[in-house]
Nanobody, 122 residues
C-alpha cells in the first residue's frame, strides 16, 4: 500500500483543518493507520491511530479532545480532523501503516507517505 497525506495549510489559532491519508495499491481498511507529526528540532510524535479490526482509536495527551481520527466512508482514506488548533500543533504531519496500541499509540510504522505541513499562526 502507498499512502499520501494532504490537507495541511496555514490556519489561525483556534481554527480547524482536516487532513486526509489516501491509500493506493491496497484497501486501507486492512491496516491500522497512524498519524505522526514532527516539528523542526523535535522528535517525531505519534498523535493518533485507528485499528483495522474494530475501529478503536488512540490519541496522544497533547491532542486528546481536539483531534479526531476516522475512516472515510466510501473512500480509501483515513481522516484526521483537527480542531482548536494551537501554535504547538505546527509540524509536518505524516500517515503510515502501524500497529495501533491503545495504551502506547502507533507502533511498528511502515509505508510512510509524504507529509503535509500544518502551520498554526496569527
Amino acid at each position: 500500500v502507498q499512502l499520501q497525506a494532504s490537507g495541511g495549510g496555514l490556519v489561525q489559532p483556534g481554527g480547524s483543518l482536516r487532513l486526509s491519508c489516501a491509500a493506493s495499491g491496497d484497501t486501507i481498511t486492512l491496516y491500522d493507520i497512524g498519524w505522526f507529526r514532527q516539528a523542526p528540532g523535535q522528535e517525531r510524535e505519534g498523535v493518533s491511530c485507528i485499528s483495522d479490526s474494530d475501529g478503536r482509536t488512540y490519541y496522544a495527551d497533547s491532542v486528546k479532545g481536539r483531534f479526531t481520527i476516522s475512516r472515510a466512508h466510501g473512500k480509501n482514506a483515513v481522516y484526521l480532523e483537527m480542531n482548536s488548533l494551537i501554535p504547538e500543533d505546527t509540524a509536518v504531519y505524516y500517515c503510515a501503516t502501524v500497529y495501533c496500541d491503545m495504551g502506547i499509540g502507533p507502533l511498528r510504522s511502515s509505508n510512510w507517505g509524504q507529509g503535509t505541513q500544518v502551520t498554526v499562526s496569527s
